[in-house]
């Protein structure tokens, strides 16, 4: 018998201990390997599971029957997906998004299309058995070196972030799917990835009141169903990251908020690496946390165990259980927190499935991308060119050296990447040479995501400007003045973007 299965055995044989991991159970959402139902995940259903969260290895052509087998073990289970469109997709996962990102809407500033996008992308999350959407971004990004939000969030004003978040969680709530506002509160003034490190923002705490948490209240006041908090030390209101800082997500109650707080991936280094993930999940409870989100099993990389994904939910678990045998989290405090869960899960399970004839087939995402295109500089139309994948390594966050962008971009011809974060001088040079002797002369299209801030990135473009006949940056990051070359302004590292970008390139796509 495993450990796994004796400790199902105590608990079965336990009714007190069965008592409190069922208490448990209802605050938890975890992430799982997988295209299929593990065991371990549908004992824990059964036994009161509050859902799952879907990431890129659990999309597969099965995927609402997978949605239906989970609901076949807890008929209330919340199906949630990190899916914001633009550069974060994990429905499209193996190709690109074709949907536009917040950067795109917030560029257009027409909130009639970003309440079709919502509303498409609940039409979408409900053809798969889902109904919690992880977005949109509500972060006002007001820091150019974030390596986390940048292009995810609407924008940098914080009153055009907020009508977008308005228009987005109407779109996706009126599509019968509970939208979730993130990160509270607010993670647009960072250079820190949480992914990675624990960010502390110096901000004066009248200008977040003023900036970060407008778009939050904005929501708030829209009827948002979930707000997601951020892993974020603001020090004026303590010491703790928000997620576990009463004070901060006492904030949401005072400004009326009487939804499902939920927290951001417990096992992102902010909290993995400092309370871990069973210490992190008692004292965001304590805080006032009501679904604690214990994020992707993949995301340890080569470091993760073959049971990651159980490994992560019992640790949760079982510091929950421990915490309330012990008295440090009250009874009254996880039954507040499973009702809250338990009333959005009837919400969702009741909504009427919405009418997808005529208004959903006229959704344009390709019309929409296209008008939020901007070109800066001369661009001609020419020729197919040779593209160089000059961004930077990919993030937890964010994939950005996904293969479907330069793909798109180049139509299936052959590419080159090149990240000059991780060259020395001698070496990029050597790396342009030998990419321009691959390119024969055709005109260089430099796909880039941060000619703005990166010193390294802007010097690459200079150098394959004076070397090269042609070059055109291809810029998926935001938006940047004086490239020294024509740049192509996409605003979102997606399969719609790139090919759109193509079409401005050579006048058509494939």
């Known amino acids: 018998m495993s450990v796994a299965e004796a400790n199902d055995d105590v608990s079965e044989g336990d009714a007190g201990t069965a008592e409190l991991e069922r208490l448990a159970n209802a605050v938890l959402w975890p992430g799982f390997y997988g295209r299929t139902v593990p065991a371990w995940l549908d004992t824990a259903l059964h036994h009161g599971l509050a859902g799952v969260v879907y990431f890129a290895q659990n999309i597969g052509p099965d995927l609402a029957a997978l949605s239906a087998g989970i609901r076949a073990a807890n008929p209330q289970a919340l199906i949630g997906i990190d ?9 499209e996962a193996a190709t690109g998004s074709t949907l536009p990102g917040a950067a795109q809407l917030g560029a257009l500033d027409d909130v009639t299309a970003t309440e079709a996008t919502g509303a498409e992308l609940a039409r979408r999350v409900r053809a798969v058995g889902a109904d919690v959407v992880l977005g949109p971004v509500a972060d006002v990004n007001t820091d150019p070196r974030n390596p986390v939000i940048g292009v995810r969030a609407f924008g940098a004003d914080a009153d055009l972030v907020s009508r977008h978040v308005v228009a987005a969680v109407e779109g996706v709530q009126t599509g019968g799917v ?15 990835d949480s992914h990675h490190d624990l960010p502390r923002i110096a901000v004066d705490p009248a200008e977040i009141e003023r900036v970060h948490l407008a778009p939050f209240r904005a929501a708030i006041a829209a009827g948002v169903d979930a707000v997601m908090t951020a892993h ?3 020090p004026a209101w303590g010491e ?8 901060v997500l006492g904030m949401l109650r005072e400004a009326g908020f009487d939804g499902v707080i939920i927290t951001d991936a417990l096992d992102m280094a902010a909290i993995r690496e400092s309370v871990g993930i069973g210490g992190g999940g008692v004292l965001a409870l304590a805080a006032g946390a ?11 990389g080569a470091a993760a165990l073959p049971d990651q994904d159980e490994h992560d939910y019992r640790t949760a678990r079982d510091a929950i259980v421990a915490a309330l045998r012990d008295g440090s989290l009250s009874r009254e405090r996880v039954l507040e927190a499973g009702a809250r869960v338990a009333r959005l899960a009837a919400k969702l399970a009741e909504a009427a499935t919405p009418a ?9 995402a390709a019309g929409i991308v296209r008008r939020a295109l901007r070109v800066r500089g001369e661009l001609k ?4 060119p040779f593209v160089v994948d000059a961004r930077r390594s990919s993030t937890l966050a964010v994939d950005s050296a996904a293969g479907y962008v330069s793909e798109a971009l180049a139509a299936g011809a052959a590419t080159v990447r090149l ?8 070496q990029r040079d050597a790396a342009v040479d030998a990419a321009l002797a691959q390119a024969d002369g055709r005109r260089i299209a430099l796909l880039v995501d941060r000619i703005d801030t990166d010193p390294a990135q802007r010097a690459l473009v200079a150098v394959f400007a004076a070397r090269a006949a042609e070059v055109v940056a291809v810029n998926v990051g935001l938006p940047a003045e004086d490239a020294g070359v024509p740049v192509i302004e996409v605003g979102s590292a997606s399969r719609i973007g790139a090919e759109l970008a193509r079409e401005r390139l050579v006048g058509s796509v494939r």
Do not use: M, Q, W
């Open 83 to 91: 899916e914001e469109g633009g550069s974060v997709t994990r429905l």
């Open 178 to 192: 509970a939208a979730c506002v993130k990160h509270f509160p607010g993670h647009g003034d960072t250079h820190v």
């Open 232 to 234: 974020i030390v603001v």
């Open 240 to 247: 703790e990251p928000a997620t576990l800082n009463p004070r």
């Open 290 to 300: 009501d679904l604690l989100c214990i994020g992707n099993p993949t995301n340890p």
């Open 356 to 364: 997808e004839a005529a208004e959903v087939d006229a959704y344009d």
């Open 381 to 384: 139309v020419a020729d197919s």
């Open 419 to 426: 990240d000059s974060a991780h060259l020395d001088e001698t």
